[in-house]
């Protein structure tokens, strides 16, 4: 395959071959890409995986009548049987009219800069020393560590999307994450602490993260001594990364076009206009905010980058569109289609989803809970259409109006609608969470980012000890 380049002789060819093909179908898409990227993961004291690889291929997405077809490949010298059979495939599923909402052709080249070091130059040796680094930290807090693990990855990819309707659009990036976690055991009592960043800024944000890596490891020791909460319904207190995880997983993925259109029930419930949480909430999703790991200049079919407010004043203004989805259903595409490689046809996806900063100050949100939860930092959760269940990283009791005792095993479920109707206060702090790499679809690990202030919300679900 050439160099992925908006060079004369790669430009003329997709050209070409889309003039060649267009007649057709209704709609014809070519993406290539190049991707370099590395994998170290680091368990006990063992270098499991130790990698760099480098991919080169594309995909075909052709539209007709309503149908999808799709091909991938990885010679380009097979380009026009691929786009045959995506076209075929296509014809053979159309059965109705082609909706895609209009956009405007563009040509351009867009590369986002990096702040500090390109991950390809640093040697592979050093990332295996910074994994051994983090490790020995994790290691050393405690005795009672039983297991560590420390997962480091990298992917530079670079782009060229050309389509029927005129676009050629080249781009490129980086992104890097980190993972840690420590588990430690005193005889039945099992605890885990995590810890996750990235970066599309450079390699330095990677480095020196020696507290926070020390952090995860504390929390798991410290965890083994603490009493388990007495499961019940409380007031909680959940800082901006629960705030972070709460909006993307529980109402982020319900905000997406897709669900909606195919999931008549859900379409019901995500109603424009409708009320879903107090008159202060204010909920985002876009690329356009730079510097965060959702942040992009077009999305996979070539929509511009969007601001998209999903809540405005507590009641749903908007939701995530492919241009599939903004034209079945009558809306403007806010460029939210994105795959995570050649390998997967784009789809309706989160970029960085927020809920904005409010009014109330930190402190004054414990302020009148008589018996509740403060709720920090997360270990894991799991939603399941408008259900969801996330565990605390950390948290305490709240007693009257003050932070008390430290508790364990601390998970927090509810239903999404009913808990934002449940905020009772939002707090003038924020913080933007970069770990997050989500999945759907089949396409695990597409960087994003999520952000918010400080909630107190009331009548939470919260398990943990219940007597007998």
């Not at 810890?195 to 965890?223: C, I």
């Not at 997967?344 to 100050?361: E, F, L």
Request: hydrophobic residues 35%.
């Amino acid at each position: 395959m050439p160099t992925l380049t908006l060079s004369t002789d790669v430009r003329n060819l997709l050209a070409d071959l889309i003039r060649r093909y267009q007649s057709q179908v209704d709609y014809l898409a070519i993406r290539l890409e190049e991707s370099e990227g590395t994998d170290v993961l680091l368990r006990g004291h063992r270098i499991e995986t130790l990698s760099e690889g480098l991919s080169i291929g594309g995909h075909v997405r052709a539209f007709y009548k309503g149908g999808w077809g799709f091909a991938s490949f990885n010679h380009i010298t097979t380009l026009s049987d691929r786009i045959e059979e995506a076209i075929a495939a296509a014809r053979i599923v159309g059965q109705e009219d082609s909706h895609l909402a209009p956009i405007e052709a563009i040509q351009t080249i867009y590369n986002l800069p990096l702040q500090g070091t390109d991950p390809r130059q640093v040697a592979l040796a050093d990332k295996k020393t910074l994994c051994d680094h983090y490790g020995e930290i994790l290691r050393s807090v405690d005795d009672r560590i039983a297991t560590v693990s420390v997962r480091y990855g990298d992917c530079t990819q670079r782009i060229l999307l050309a389509t029927s309707e005129g676009t050629f659009i080249e781009q490129s990036w980086a992104d890097m994450e980190m993972r840690f976690a420590a588990t430690a055991r005193d005889g039945d009592t099992v605890q885990t602490g995590r810890e996750t960043t990235g970066s599309r800024n450079g390699y330095e944000d990677l480095k020196n993260l020696d507290r926070q890596v020390e952090s995860a490891a504390r929390r798991a020791v410290d965890a083994l001594a603490l009493p388990p909460i007495q499961g019940g319904s409380y007031t909680v207190v959940i800082d901006p990364i629960l705030t972070g995880l709460f909006v993307h997983e529980a109402f982020g993925h319900l905000s997406e076009a897709d669900m909606a259109y195919e999931n008549p029930d859900i379409l019901e419930v995500m109603t424009l206009g409708r009320r879903f949480g107090p008159p202060e909430l204010q909920i985002f999703d876009g690329a356009a905010p730079p510097g965060h790991r959702g942040s992009y200049a077009y999305d996979d079919e070539g929509t511009p980058a969007t601001t998209t407010q999903l809540i405005k004043d507590g009641v749903l203004v908007g939701r995530l569109h492919s241009r599939e989805t903004a034209g079945k259903l009558g809306e403007a595409p806010t460029g939210n289609a994105r795959c995570l490689s050649y390998h997967y046809p784009p789809i309706v996806r989160m970029t960085n989803t927020w809920i904005d900063r409010g009014q109330t100050p930190v402190a004054d949100l414990l302020t009148d809970v008589k018996e509740g939860v403060y709720a920090r930092n997360w270990l894991g959760g799991m939603t399941n259409g408008e259900m969801f269940t996330f565990t605390a990283g950390e948290a305490w009791m709240i007693r009257n109006g003050q932070r008390a005792e430290p508790v364990r095993d601390v998970t927090l479920s509810g239903n999404v609608f009913s808990t934002l109707a449940d905020i009772e206060a939002i707090g003038d702090d924020f913080h933007w969470d970069e770990s997050g790499g989500c999945g759907k679809g089949g396409q695990s690990g597409l960087p994003v980012g999520c952000g918010g202030p400080s909630l107190r919300i009331g009548n939470v679900v919260v398990g943990g000890h219940i007597d007998s």
